[in-house]
């Protein structure tokens, strides 16, 4: 059975591809669907898995593939298979080896790709295929270090001239959404990423709108990337 990798397949006749833009195109979206919405490496296990099932009515080839983050790029997983052939129905573990040559001190952050490729159609006529990528947040957790779960109150805040200031210096990833309002004045702040790395300073542009801004307010995030009740914190000077 061929595969092919291209994510917008269109498979035309040449009598059909006219006639066809009279009428809507059938459209089929491939799907390959993880268990969970985030995976968990804890350094203590050096290992996760996850189940990613093919929803779609055919069999498609999963490929797994992991990014770094901006300013983080260290290899510490290994994922396996990289390519597997998942039959329509079924589902395939992915495993997350860790490899790190010293104890981490920190939380960290990767993203993990799920792609399903479908068979190439071979079948008469107009048909669009899209194939649908699934892209998780990976969190590594360090062995040792006490779970929080309201990692956002150990950010500091703070405003200057013209300028909104968040630093981490916890051992923690905090995630939030990326548009924070400021109090009293209601002017929004957009954030350049939707979370705050450890030991990391973000520092963004104020509006005019802004001023006297006393108070920051925030939606956090859980580790699983549900959101919670919003949050005020009170500016610092810097």
């Known amino acids: 059975m061929n595969f092919t990798p291209a994510r917008f397949v269109f498979a035309l006749s040449a009598s059909a591809a006219w006639i066809a833009g009279l009428a809507p195109l059938p459209l089929h979206a491939a799907g ?61 573990l992915v495993r997350f080896l860790l490899q790190t040559k010293e104890p981490l001190k920190t939380q960290r952050l990767r993203r993990v790709i799920f792609e399903g490729i479908q068979p190439k159609n071979t079948e008469p006529g107009l048909r669009v295929t899209m194939n649908v990528r699934q892209n998780l947040p ?13 990692p956002w109150k150990r950010l500091k805040w703070s405003v200057g001239t013209g300028t909104l200031r968040v630093v981490n210096d916890s051992p923690y990833v905090v995630r939030l959404a990326t548009a924070v309002q400021l109090l009293p004045s209601t002017a929004t702040v957009d954030l350049p990423r939707p979370h705050v790395l450890p030991g990391e300073t973000v520092e963004v542009p104020l509006p005019a709108t802004a001023k006297g801004a006393a108070t920051v307010r925030m939606v956090p995030a859980t580790v699983y990337g549900f959101t919670v009740a919003s949050y005020d914190v009170r500016l610092a000077a810097h």
């Open 32 to 92: 390959m669907l993880p268990e969970t919405s985030v995976v968990i490496v804890n350094e203590s296990d050096g290992e996760a898995s996850i189940n990613v099932k093919n929803t779609d009515a055919k069999p498609a080839l999963m490929f797994t593939s992991l990014t770094g983050i901006p300013g983080d790029d260290d290899t510490l997983l290994i994922v396996t298979p990289p390519v597997a052939r998942v039959e329509p129905g079924e589902t395939q």
């Open 138 to 150: 990976v969190l590594i957790h360090p062995k040792g270090l006490a779970k929080d779960d309201q």
